[in-house]
């Protein structure tokens, strides 16, 4: 009896193979719901008969390549939890795991809370992957990737990153690009993923008024760009490049000091400075700075020009809402020249206030004028005005919507103070 004792042992452990295999195939997760972290991932018998585990992991391998072919989704999500719990030491399953839960479950899930709530466990993958894997470049990498390309461009789970925060994904993925840089200076992939972390959040933090942290970056920009930071050999940059930074420091510098932006509306304190901005800015263009690569996307330089030229224009309304005709009238002529200048150079719908903005905006506040010395005038006179008035809003309306695709509320509150 006891020589058929190896032939029983391996007849046993082969059903257990089996059984583990048909458990495997029968295996399904309900679509949508968040129940998979409960789901059963033990294979029955596996560490009894180690000697299976490899023809087992080799298994569940050859099953995420057909569930992923066929596109059974659920399943190979199934699969792939089994593989992490089997074969934790390597890092290609951590990966593969936390992709395809960002990129096919959690991108495409429509309610916002279970997105968040998959990303938040994506991101939980990639962590306890990188505990066990910190030299994993792959993994490190995919951390940044799911912020940068997926939550970052998602207002509702950006927000949640830090409750309530606006950008904060996007924050985050720098903070993240930063770590990935110092963890692996030798990968130039780091390198770059922390270039376009730190311009897409120069210029995130531009267009919030946050001009001191967006300078801070630009220089940081240069640097990795112009200076000794870079370690790698890189294809020339385009001609300009570097004095458009200087210049973009600067204008930070001077956004942030010529304007009372936290009052509402905003109160410009020193116009002659701005005006000097705007001059500066025209002649950049005027000379081939802010240049266009695509037709469909401006560059960074033409991002951070048009940014300059909205918040100008923005401080121009603000004067006419403040009934400062005389400022308002003063900024118009350098933001005309940059319009002029800017018009079908830097991208599809840019600059979002074109030339003829700025002559209707003039003509508006002509006739803005004209309404506060029209007391004592007839009322078929101011009746007129107020026509002619109305008729010069809804176009400016019309003009920015067209170009934005919204409003930039200004009509509405210019309207609400002649009430």
């Known amino acids: 009896m006891r020589r058929f004792w190896p032939q029983l042992l391996m007849i046993l452990a082969l059903a257990v193979f089996v059984l583990a295999r048909r458990q495997l195939d029968g295996a399904r997760v309900a679509q949508g719901g968040l129940a998979l972290a409960d789901a059963p991932t033990s294979l029955h018998g596996v560490f009894l008969f180690g000697a299976f585990k490899p023809l087992l992991v080799e298994e569940l391998w050859a099953a995420c390549d057909r569930y992923e072919r066929e596109g059974r989704y659920w399943d190979l999500v199934d ?129 919030r008024g946050r001009f001191r942290e967006s300078r801070e970056l630009l220089v940081e920009l240069r640097g990795i760009l112009f200076g000794s930071t870079w370690p790698f050999p890189q294809e020339p940059l385009r001609p300009g490049l570097e004095s458009v930074l200087r210049f973009g420091e600067a204008a930070m510098t001077t956004l942030g000091s010529v304007a009372d932006w936290r009052a509402e509306p905003p109160v410009l304190e020193r116009p002659d400075e701005l005006i000097d901005l705007l001059e500066g800015l025209a002649e950049l263009i005027r000379v081939g700075g802010p240049a266009l690569l695509d037709p469909d996307r401006e560059t960074f330089d033409a991002s951070l020009a048009m940014l300059i030229h909205v918040r100008a224009m923005n401080l121009c309304q603000a004067a006419l809402l403040a009934k400062n005709h005389d400022l308002a009238l003063r900024l118009l002529p350098p933001l005309n020249r940059i319009a002029t200048l800017a018009e079908g150079r830097v991208g599809s719908g840019m600059p979002c206030y074109p030339t003829a903005y700025v002559e209707h905006l003039r003509a508006l506040i002509a006739l803005d004028a004209e309404l506060d010395e029209s007391s004592g005038q007839g009322e078929e006179v101011v009746s007129e005005l107020r026509l002619r008035w109305r008729r010069e809003l809804q176009e400016l309306d019309r003009l920015v919507t067209e170009r934005i695709g919204h409003d930039d509320s200004f009509a509405r509150r210019l309207m609400n103070s002649r009430r």
């Open 79 to 207: 699969a792939q939890a089994r593989l992490l719990r089997l074969a934790p030491e390597e890092p290609a399953i951590w990966s593969r795991q936390a992709r395809l839960l960002a990129f096919t479950v959690a991108q495409n899930e429509p309610d916002d809370l279970l997105r968040w709530r998959w990303y938040r466990r994506v991101l939980a993958i990639i962590d306890a992957g990188r505990a066990r894997h910190p030299q994993d470049f792959a993994l490190a990498e995919l951390r940044f990737t799911v912020l940068f390309d997926l939550i970052a461009g998602d207002s509702y789970c950006s927000r949640q990153v830090r409750r309530g925060v606006e950008g904060a994904g996007l924050l985050a993925a720098l903070t993240c690009a930063a770590d990935l840089r110092r963890d692996f200076p030798e990968r130039v992939e780091a390198w770059d993923d922390y270039r376009v972390a730190v311009e897409e959040s120069a210029e995130f933090l531009m267009n």
